[in-house]
């Protein structure tokens, strides 16, 4: 059985949906940012804090436990920035709790969600996993800290764990039952689609000045259910023992910026933004692109969705999830 923690969120949501067709599943959530149709019927769901400790116990002692995949954190950059409590308390004293609970029952195998916040400003056009990491905010350095503390495990208690660095997760899922739900949403590809659903008034570009073709940030958008698909790939090759302790980042290699999104969205929706140029969002790099090299040779991981297919799968769930909301 695999306990998905985070698995009522975006992307553990996604994962969860892979893992079921499969495996046991049970799910630990505390719907702070997550929701509970999200979460897909097969799995148990266990509503709880990681923080909590009884919790946490009560299910090492009520299952028999593979592996963890833990996806639950804080994740917006510019609320780290002026709530780090909040980051250091959950992200990383409550990731703590969950490992202090696998070592003392015995549970070896873990999945963890990083990010390309760990590289900071990066120095080189295409990032690998052995680039320099230097977190530029708390969120990015909450998530560095515990990929130290993972190597201190291993060492110390024989962990076995991946580390997935997700570059900008995006798109939905195939059925159109779940995709990207957060409130307040902050992430680039959501914000247009609902703009272009008439529910914003406009959508803001954050930073005309940056050193890039067109003056705004690029990124390299990855499909939600590549990166599940990432997840069972890891999952096998920990458990099999093909590999252990290894670092991957997700990302598809291409960059697109702020301004090349907005057109792809308009395109796939043959609807027009309105657009209100500002300045740069604090803590904001110019470019992150992924080389998953790695990952690609190590693990087989293949990618199914481009640029045009995430927006296309997106713009379906925002669509879908609207005539839901107008026939209820
Ligand atoms: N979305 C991205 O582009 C992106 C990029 C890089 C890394 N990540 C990382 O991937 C992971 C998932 O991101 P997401 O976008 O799906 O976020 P999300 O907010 O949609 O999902 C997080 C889930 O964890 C749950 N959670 C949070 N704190 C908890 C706690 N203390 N106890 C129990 N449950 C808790 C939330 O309710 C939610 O269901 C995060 O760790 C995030 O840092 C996301
Ligand atoms: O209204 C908006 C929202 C965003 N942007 C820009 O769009 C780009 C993408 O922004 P966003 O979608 O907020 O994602 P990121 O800030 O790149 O962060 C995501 O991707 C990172 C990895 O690359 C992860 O670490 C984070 O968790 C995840 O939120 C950035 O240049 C933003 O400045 C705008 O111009 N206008």
Known sequence: MILVVGGAGYIGSHCVKELVKERSVIVLDNLSTGHFWAIDEKAIFIEGDLRDEKVVEKIFLSYKID??????????????????????????????????????????????SSTAAVYGIPKENVITEESFTNPINPYGKSKLMIEEMLRDFQSAYGLNYVVFRYFNAAGAHSSKEIGEDHEPETHL??????????????????????????????????????????????????????????IYN????????????????????????????????????????????????????????????????????HINKNLNKILK
């Open 250 to 317: 997700l990302g598809n290699g291409h960059g697109y910026s702020v301004k090349d999104i907005i057109d792809m969205c308009e395109r796939v929706t043959g609807k027009k933004a309105t657009i209100e140029y500002e300045s740069r969002r604090i803590g904001d790099p110019a470019r992150l692109i992924a080389s998953s090299k790695k990952i690609r040779e190590q693990l087989g991981w293949e990618t199914e969705y481009n640029l045009n297919k995430i927006i296309e799968t997106a713009w379906e769930w």
């Open 67 to 112: 592996a963890v995949m833990h996806f639950a954190a804080n994740s917006l950059v510019s609320e780290s920035v002026n709530n780090p409590i909040k980051y250091y308390e959950n992200n990383v004293a409550g990731t703590l709790n969950l490992l202090k609970q696998m070592v003392k029952h015995n549970i070896n195998n873990f999945i963890f």
């Open 189 to 246: 590809i959501p914000l247009i689609l609902q703009h272009l659903l008439g529910k914003r008034e406009k959508i803001k570009v954050f930073g005309t000045d940056y050193d890039t073709l067109d003056g705004t940030c690029i990124r390299d958008y990855i499909h939600v259910t590549d990166i599940a698909i990432a997840h069972i790939l890891g999952l096998d090759a920990l458990l099999y023992k093909r590999i252990d302790n290894n």
